[in-house]
């Protein structure tokens, strides 16, 4: 019995190594995969290590164990990617922007009704939705049901992008017309004087969007109404703010303003606070829309705009860059 429990003893100490040689290599192995899918060029494989009599002894003894199958790894995600612009939806509008308004940049639309700015908002809020990219609509002077309709004749999928996630609502005009608001998901703002309790949603909002996507995009319909409540000096101060604290976030953002209801001077300095604006005007029976900032673009003359029912044609333009 003693002879016999030595041997045993012997076997179990040759397993135990047996197995802690397996857990080197699988950590090894481990190791070696995750390098390999950063790194740019392979590697050459090093010639094997000879094995020594006391790993021969092992293999022979514990026989199919040395086969023993590795837990699997699941390796890490790289983060996501943020492109250097993005496109708002309109062919030609993307072109004459060079493919797109750049990630993070805040974008005054000025114009007056039915002149596009809010087919522009819409096709926005749309492409985005198509390719997956959270977007945050704060409106003051619509109502949700009415927005949904307009995205909808564009992306049909709305309602499903609401429920999944991508799209929400900061809700300022339901209370000032004394009605509930028309989205479960929507945070509702008791008055539009209540800056302070928009911020705050806007950036919690914000937060939750970043926790599954390192960017996100934003619709604010309409400045108008502030312009209306607030004293200057405070409106001024709450779009510096508000401006700055989406760019900080990688949002890319829209800002929709009627023109013809302030003085030149008021739209200019909104203007200061941006990246860029596109100015809508119409002249008779025809509109045009000129491309202001935002870095790289083909025009900064005023392009003729072509209406359509859920987007716009343009003119023809310089197609060579201008800065």
């Not at 004749?153 to 929400?168: D, K, M, Q, S």
């Not at 200019?268 to 870095?295: H, N, P, Q």
């Not at 790289?296 to 343009?314: A, K, N, P, Q």
Request: net charge neutral; aromatic share 8%; charged share 25%.
């Amino acid at each position: 019995m003693d002879q016999k429990d030595k041997a045993l003893q012997e076997l179990k100490q040759l397993i135990n190594q047996a197995q802690q040689l397996l857990d080197r290599a699988h950590a090894k192995l481990t190791e070696i995969e995750g390098n390999t899918q950063n790194a740019p060029p392979l590697q050459q494989p090093q010639a094997p290590r000879p094995v020594s009599p006391t790993q021969h002894i092992i293999q022979e003894r514990i026989g199919s164990s040395s086969r023993m199958r590795s837990p699997q790894t699941v390796p890490s995600q790289p983060p996501a990617a943020r492109p250097e612009k993005m496109l708002v939806g309109i062919e030609k509008l993307d072109d004459l922007l060079g493919a797109g308004i750049r990630t993070s940049s805040n974008v005054l639309l000025v114009g007056p009704p039915y002149s596009g700015k809010d087919i522009l908002a819409w096709n926005f809020v749309a492409t985005s939705l198509r390719d997956q990219i959270p977007v945050m609509i704060i409106t003051t002077d619509k109502s949700i049901n009415d927005i949904k309709m307009e995205i909808s004749r564009i992306y049909p999928e709305v309602e499903n992008a609401e429920t999944a996630g991508l799209l929400r609502f900061i809700d300022v005009y339901s209370r000032s017309i004394q009605t509930q608001t028309q989205s479960q998901y929507a945070v509702t703002i008791d008055n539009l004087i209540n800056v302070s309790s928009l911020i705050k949603a806007t950036d919690s909002m914000a937060s939750q969007f970043l926790s599954v996507k390192p960017y996100y995009r934003l619709v604010f319909t309409s400045l108008t109404s502030y312009l209306n409540e607030l004293d200057e000096k405070i409106y001024m101060k709450f779009i510096q703010q508000f401006a700055q604290k989406r760019k900080s976030e990688y949002c890319t953002s829209l800002y929709l303003l009627e023109a013809g209801l302030f003085d030149k001077k008021v739209v200019d300095a909104i203007t200061y606070l941006m990246d860029g604006s596109i100015t809508f005007k119409s002249e008779g029976s025809k509109i045009y829309l000129r491309v202001e900032g935002l870095g790289t673009v083909r025009s900064r003359d005023w392009v003729e705009v072509f209406l359509h029912e859920t987007t716009f044609e343009l003119g023809a333009f310089t197609l060579e860059k201008i800065r």
